[in-house]
């Protein structure tokens, strides 16, 4: 396991969050490259140095955004969205979707689209990778990579819809990173905001 210390200016945008006041010689946190010989990914644990406590997964995101782990990530989660797109049910629109959710206890969740006679009953890939991870224990995520088009067709930008942007809303950070994937290497990035903005999220 590596260890590097780094400041917090070094590795947190200022702008991020507004309420701390971020000067070199206030704080200092410790990233932790731990990997997850499950899901082969390497995942930054964010200490802070001070409390002892762990920043949260969005800010962990950034974290690997900052530190060069950025494209590892992003593409391991594309590659386990493209693997459990191949399990899609969908013989109605035979639109098949993919996805894979990074919880931020540092696991990846996937999921798939399965559709039902009984178009209600259906169930979108992004939901079911979330509900699998809250089912196992998670309930806050960092990010998530979507694939999605017509059987035996390429891979087109695929947003989720407006259901799944409201689930996302409740269990992740408006800075959460969407991933809209169309091949291994090719992807657009929305925040969450960007794709609910005004979301509901509390009565």
Do not use: W
Request: net charge negative; with cysteine.
């Amino acid at each position: 396991m590596e260890c590097k210390v780094m400041r917090l200016a070094d590795i947190v945008p200022a702008e991020y969050n507004p309420r701390v006041t971020l000067t070199e010689a206030d704080f200092e946190y410790k990233a932790l490259k731990a990997s997850i010989d499950e899901f082969g990914l390497v995942v930054p644990l964010v200490v802070n140095e001070r409390t002892g406590t762990l920043v949260s997964g969005h800010q962990r995101l950034n974290v690997m955004l900052k530190n060069g782990v950025e494209e590892k990530v992003i593409l391991e989660l594309i590659e386990k969205a493209i693997e459990a797109r191949k399990y899609a049910y969908a013989p109605y629109s035979n639109f098949m979707v993919g996805a894979a959710v990074l919880g931020c206890n540092g696991l990846i969740y996937t999921g798939c689209n399965i559709e039902n006679a009984s178009y209600g009953a259906s169930n979108c890939a992004e939901r079911t990778a979330i509900f699998k991870g809250i089912s196992e224990g998670c309930t806050s995520f960092a990010g998530i990579a979507i694939v999605g088009g017509r059987k035996d067709e390429e891979l087109i930008n695929c947003s989720p819809c407006g259901i799944c942007r409201q689930v996302m809303s409740e269990f992740f950070d408006k800075s959460s990173q969407i991933i809209l994937a169309t091949d291994y290497d090719k992807y657009v990035i929305k925040s969450l905001d960007e794709l609910l903005p005004c979301s509901f999220t509390e009565f």
